[in-house]
């Protein structure tokens, strides 16, 4: 409008080509800033929990790391909407045998690689075996393999020693990602990220940002966009993922309209986000997934199997989520690892669930050899809610007669130390909730932090994993969950729903346990 004036006046005032000329120059130098100001822009800023450990997909199964990578690397399989497989590098399901042990793979064709060339089924075998040998799901699922090869420029080829049934959902998981890379890539560590997402890896910087942008020459599949699967597209041009560990900045960040996404809000935001008057969208996420203690099996105070039985014994995991979550719109306090309808719900064990005894525990520990040692319990405060259970249990153990040692880190220092066992008892962690029991925790798997390794876990999971038969796999999870309540690995506390915040710029989001943004935009 300025600029329109502006030009009026001069063409009111002057006279001849020449004024005429100079008015236009005007116009259109005033007019230049104010369209500049009003260009779309087309990239999002997405405001992530902590700075990941690494943006390897195979080296953690931490769900930021998954968050941000799997925008970059894609599996053979992924997820739809209601948690079925679906294929996503492969053309189509695999081709089982009769006896369950073989799986014949076909890759689509012409899916291009972020270095420019085809990808191809050496590519595939050299990762799986890569993800065999790093990952934790995929040290469970080698344990399995008897052979895996390449048969022609697509085909793969998976033999396995026995059924296997959760292999294709082994192989579809964002978290610890069987992720397909170009074979000349890999490496350890791996510093080349190239695979065959919709984006590709730009830039990071620690501590400050981690920058997709869009692959142009991006293979998209054709079925319509369902959950995880079906056609991605790059419609945002650039991706920018910023660690912003303290989660009320999350939230003061949202209400300001400073960020496109906030993950993982503190329960608490959900009436300030309400009221914002549309400077953010609150996104409430039922079934978002479950807390879980890990507990040091292999070295330390609780490497005794009894004293994890006692700690068990004192604590009360419904206080636990009310202090973690606080509204009760927000968990459930169930000792079941499956809600009810589910083919896996079952009742088994669950009489050890929210004891909440004290006496108790203080006598099963004595009567384990406990002489007051330290139990290191390990919480981040970037999710809010490990940090308030953290507080609490370490006040429930306080009550029931043991020594704790509260070591409150950030989340990429937990991640970190976690893996050496000399460093910690206990840590506080969450899952999604997930339909295939073998996705999560990784603690059912080999190798993973905890390190709980016995017969009576190997014999549980064996009879459940052989078996295919839906009906049959139900009770069999039964027999696992009473192995979990009765040797103390992991304890999961319960079931919570998750809260983040969308910027009213950000259209066409679709809530999801990992959250994407192929196929969302900016307004």
Not at 98 to 111: A, E, H, N, P, Q
Not at 202 to 213: A, G, S, Y
């Amino acid at each position: 409008m300025r600029a329109t004036n502006l030009a009026k006046s001069v063409l009111k005032h002057a006279l001849g080509r020449g004024a005429l000329l100079a008015a236009l120059a005007i116009a259109a130098t005033v007019a230049a800033p104010a369209a500049l100001a009003q260009a779309p822009r087309n990239y999002a800023t997405l405001a992530m929990v902590a700075e990941p450990q690494t943006l390897d997909p195979m080296a953690s199964t931490a769900d930021l790391v998954a968050t941000i990578m799997q925008h970059v690397f894609e599996p053979l399989y992924t997820f739809d909407a209601k948690w079925n497989v679906v294929p996503m590098l492969a053309e189509s399901m695999p081709k089982i045998s009769v006896d369950g042990k073989s799986y014949s793979i076909t890759l689509r064709k012409g899916v291009m690689l972020h270095n420019g060339r085809e990808l191809n089924a050496d590519d595939v075998v050299a990762s799986l075996q890569r993800w065999i040998e790093q990952s934790p799901r995929g040290k469970a699922v080698g344990v399995q393999l008897e052979s895996l090869k390449a048969k022609g420029a697509l085909g793969i080829d998976i033999v396995l020693k026995a059924p296997y049934a959760p292999l294709v959902s082994q192989l579809a998981l964002p978290s610890g990602m069987a992720a397909i890379m170009a074979k000349d890539s890999i490496a350890q560590p791996l510093k080349d990220f190239v695979g065959t997402g919709p984006y590709k890896f730009k830039e990071r910087q620690p501590d400050r940002f981690v920058i997709l942008t869009r692959f142009d020459k991006y293979s998209a599949r054709k079925e319509p966009a369902n959950g995880y699967g079906g056609k991605r597209e790059a419609l945002i041009e650039e991706l920018r993922f910023v660690p912003v560990p303290n989660a009320s900045t999350r939230v003061e960040g949202a209400l300001a309209a400073q960020y496109d996404f906030a993950d993982l809000l503190p329960v608490e935001a959900l009436t300030r986000l309400e009221k914002s008057g549309g400077k953010t969208v609150p996104i409430l996420t039922p079934s978002f997934g479950f807390p879980y203690l890990v507990f040091n099996t292999k070295e330390g105070v609780l490497a005794n199997q009894a004293m994890r039985q006692a700690v068990q014994t004192g604590m009360g995991e419904g206080e636990m989520l009310a202090a973690g979550f606080g509204d009760t719109r927000f968990f459930i306090a169930e000792g079941n690892h499956f809600p009810k309808g589910s083919p896996f719900y079952s009742t088994s064990g669950t009489e050890l669930y929210n004891q909440r005894n004290g006496p108790k525990a203080k006598e099963a520990a004595a009567k384990a050899g406990y002489k007051g040692e330290p139990i290191r319990l390990m919480a981040s405060r970037q999710y809010d809610f490990h940090y308030n259970m953290a507080l609490l249990m370490a006040e429930q153990l306080k009550k029931a007669g043991f020594k704790v040692e509260l070591n409150i880190v950030d989340w990429a220092t937990l991640v970190q130390r976690r893996n050496d066992p000399k460093l910690w008892d206990i840590y506080v962690t969450h899952s999604g909730q997930f339909p295939e029991p073998m996705l999560s925790p990784p603690q059912l798997g080999d190798g993973a932090p905890g390190w709980w390794d016995t017969p009576a876990k190997k014999a549980a999971l064996q009879a459940f994993n052989v078996e295919s038969d839906p009906a049959k796999r139900g009770p069999l999870w039964g027999k696992v969950q009473q192995v979990v309540y009765d040797e103390v690995p992991y304890v999961n506390v319960g079931k919570f729903n998750g809260l983040s915040a969308r910027s009213p710029a950000l259209d066409n989001y679709q809530p999801a346990t990992w959250p994407f943004f192929w196929n969302a935009k900016i307004k």
